[in-house]
């Protein structure tokens, strides 16, 4: 089997929030396109990360889109990944898998002042 490729983008434009933020226990978490400061993965490039760290199954020749969203808090740490489009069982957990044992991330802005924010990345899995 050929290597694996992911190609990772950031999707801009996919949801339209009413208030342009959500509240979940009393917390605001703001779309990443209402923050001025996005989150920053802390050990380097995020998708590096998440290549050098999934186990893409051999005997499975699977290919297409997952699209995940999490939450980075206001401190830093990934929160609530939900697949929001989903590929095949056993990729759909590695994904999973991955964006929970992250490092901390440094959080998103809004003001100047930390803030949770939503984000959204599709991941292509393809075999070459």
């Known amino acids: 089997m050929g290597k694996m490729v992911i190609a990772f983008f950031i999707i801009f434009n996919i949801w339209n929030l009413n208030d342009n933020s959500l509240t979940q226990s009393e917390e605001k978490i703001f ?68 964006f929970y044992s992250m490092p901390p991330w440094i959080p998103g802005k809004k003001g100047g002042v930390k803030v949770n924010t939503l984000l959204l990345v599709p991941i292509n899995f393809s075999i070459q």
């Open 31 to 98: 779309f990443y396109l209402d923050v001025d400061e996005l989150p920053q993965f802390n050990k380097g490039n995020v998708f590096e990360y998440i290549y050098n760290n999934i186990e893409y199954p051999d005997q499975i020749d699977i290919q297409g889109k997952v699209i995940v969203s999490f939450i980075i808090n206001k401190e830093g740490k990934v929160e609530d990944v939900k697949l929001e489009k989903k590929l095949f069982p056993q990729c759909d957990e590695q994904i999973q898998k991955i």
